[in-house]
Nanobody, 114 residues
């Protein structure tokens, strides 16, 4: 059974930082590319960042380039999203997922507000 447990979200002021974690299980994590998505209220769920199975190649949506960093620890079956210089428009529920499978986790709420 595929499972994702996202954590690390919270309320932060503009300019602040958060580090999201996603513990994955139920599939061959070491050989799976991983992605972070986010869904803001009233909007569609969008891709934010992705990383290949080795952690060598990453890609980001333009709005987070230079501020967010995706990484992974294959020994821990965990993918991370370091978010710096957060902006109010980053407010959303954040999800991790491998594009190889359909399942989603519960996500973690990030709220950027003063």
């Amino acid at each position: 059974q595929v499972q994702y447990v996202e954590s690390g979200g919270g309320l932060v002021q503009p300019g602040g930082s958060l580090r999201l974690s996603c513990a994955a299980s139920g599939f061959a994590f070491n050989s799976a590319p991983m992605s972070w998505y986010r869904q803001a209220p009233g909007k569609e769920r969008d891709l934010v960042a992705r990383i290949d199975s080795f952690g060598d190649n990453t890609d980001y949506v333009d709005s987070v380039k230079g501020r967010f960093t995706i990484s992974r620890d294959n020994a821990k079956n965990t993918v991370y999203l370091q978010m710096n210089n957060l902006k109010p428009e980053d407010t959303a529920v954040y999800y991790c997922k491998t594009p190889l499978l359909l399942a989603w986790g519960q996500g973690t709420q990030v709220t950027v507000s003063s």
